[in-house]
C-alpha cells in the first residue's frame, strides 16, 4: 500500500499505478532527496519539532539508503510512485517511527520542487564545463590557422574572403553568449522551495533559512505558491539548451558540407567519422549529422514543457511530473552533443589549399575594385556598376577579374591605374578589412585574445 493509502479503500489499478509512476524517471534525483531529506531533519530537530536522536537517525539511515544505491544495491520496488516515496519507504523499514516523522512539516510538492532545483544547478555546471570545451577545442582550431583564407559566404554564393580562424571565431562568440543562458538558467534554479509544503506553508516552526543555507540556494522562495508551482527554471535551462544546439546544428552543417568532395575544406578524423554498409568507399560524418538530428529533440523537449505548463492552474499539479524526463533528456543530449563536437573538432584536418582555391573563384575581390574606385572619386553607386560590368566580361570569357588587362579595365573607367592589381590580392584583401570584429589578420589576432579571455573568465564562473 501506498505511504498516503489511509483513506483509501482499495488500492489504485496495477496499470494506473505504472501509469502514474515516475520512479523510472526521477530515480535519477536519489542523491538530491536525500540531501534534501537530510537538511530538512537537522533543521525539524533545531526547530524542537523532532528530538535530535530521530534526526540522527534519520541522517545515518539516509546515509545508509545513499550508499546502497549508489553501490547498485539498493532494489528500487515497482510498487513505489516515486524516488520520495521510495526512499522514504525503505526509510521507515530500516529505522521504523523515526524515518515515519521525517515528513513532517513537508509535501512532495516542496520536495520535489527542491530536489529538482538541487539536480538541476548541478547539471547546468555541468553543462558550462561542456561549453568550455568546446570553446577550447574552436579556440585551438582558430589559433592554429590564423593564416589561412576561405571564401566567405552570403546566399551560400561566395561573397569575399575571410580568415578561417574568423569564421571559427564567430562560432566562439555564439558559445560564448550560451554560457551566459545556462549561467543564468543555473541562478533561476538556485531558490530554496523547501518549507513551502504543499502549496500554503505549514504550522511547525520552521527555519527556512537553515535549510537554504545546509542546500547552498542562494535564497528562499517567498511565495509557497510560487515555490511548488514555479518550473520556469527548467524552462530556462532547455532554452539555453536549445539555442546552443542550434548553434551546433549550424556548425555540424558547415562541418558536414566542407567534408563533401565538392569543398573538401577539412577532413574529419576516422576516430569522428563511419563507413557503409554496402559502399566500401564511403566516410560519413555521420556525427555531425546525429547532433545536428539531436539539436531537434532538445527544441521538443522544451516546447513539450511549454505545453505542459500552459494554462495550469495554481499550485501542483500532477501534470508536472512531466517535466524532468524533457528536462534530463535536454541536459544530457546537449552535454553528449559538446563533447562530440569538441572530439570533432580537435581532430579534423584543415585543407588551406582547398579553401584558398575556392576563395580565388567566385569574383571575391570585387567589392575591393569597386571601393578601388570609390576612393578614388567615383560614387560607390556607379563603382558597383562599373565592375558590375567587370564581373559580365568575366563571365563572357570564363576568365576571373584578375585575367583581365588593365585596358579590360580602363575600357570600363579611366580612373584604373597599374595599382589595381594590389585591389585583387586575396591577402591584401582580407588584411585590409582592420575595422573592429573585421577579418584583417591583425583585427583576428585582437578578437582571438578577446575570445579567450571571455573563456578564462567564464572558466572562472563555471567552477562557482
Ligand atoms: N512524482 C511527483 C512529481 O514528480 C512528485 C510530487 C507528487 N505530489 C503529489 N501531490 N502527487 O511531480
Redesign the pocket.
Known sequence: MALWSGRFEEGVSAFAHRFGA?LPV?KALYAQDIQGSKAHAAMLAKAGVISSEDADAITAGLDGIEKDIRAGRFSFDIND??I?MSIERELIARIGDAGARLHTGRS??DQ?ATDTRLYMKERAGDLMAANLSLREALLAQAEAHKDVIMPGYTHMQHAQPVLFAHHLLAYTWMFARDFQRLAAARAAADANPLGSAALAGTTYPLDRTQTTEALGFAQAIPNSLDAVSDRDFLLDLMYAASVSCLHLSRLCEEIILWSTSEFGFITLSDAYSTGSSIMPQKKNPDFAELIRGKSGRVVGDLMALMMTLKSLPLA?N?D??ED?EGAIDAADTLEDCCRCMAGMLQTMTVHPEAMLAQAKKGYLAATDVADYLAKRGVPFRKAHEIVGHLVLLCDKRGCDLDDLTLEDFQTESAVFEADIVDALDLRAIVDARTTYGGTATSAVEQQLAEAQAAFKADGARAVR
Do not use: W
Open positions: 515516475s526521477d510512485e516515486d520520495h512532495r510538492n520535489v501542483y500532477k508536472m511530473q524532468k
